[in-house]
């Protein structure tokens, strides 16, 4: 089930409208959201929406064989998502190790200039 941006359901089932559309790669729906008021840090399972790309462009790698992608990881970091951020509220791992253990090299590289600007 995916639930509007303003909608907070205690089920952990439950896909927001941003994490669906990350999960689907759709990122004129994701900027919607954003410009709506969707919180860039948000949470779905234990991942924030920065984690959440890099586990859907590496899966979409292996799954398919096709180049790997960073365009989703680009956007979330240029609209603010923090790669240092942990996830499962701040007790979990975060992105930049995720995109590390996950050898998304793209994503690492991406993080790297973040850092160094």
Do not use: C
């Not at 089930?1 to 559309?21: C, F, K, L, Y």
């Not at 929406?49 to 586990?55: E, N, S, V």
């Not at 960073?70 to 790669?83: C, H, K, N, Q």
């Not at 979990?92 to 090299?105: I, Q």
């Amino acid at each position: 089930m995916i639930q509007g941006p303003n909608e907070r359901h205690e089920s952990v089932d439950v896909m927001s409208a941003a994490h669906a559309a990350v999960e689907t790669g759709d990122v004129e729906s994701l900027r919607g959201l954003l410009n709506a008021g969707t919180d860039i840090h948000e949470e779905f399972g234990g991942m924030t929406l920065l984690h959440h790309a890099i586990d859907t462009e590496i899966d979409g790698h292996t799954q398919t064989g096709e180049p790997l992608s960073v365009s989703m990881t680009a956007y979330l970091l240029a609209r603010g998502a923090d790669p240092r951020r942990k996830s499962h509220g701040g007790a979990g791992l975060s992105a930049e190790h995720t995109a590390f253990v996950s050898r998304h090299w793209m994503a690492t590289a991406l993080f790297e200039a973040w850092y160094a600007r």
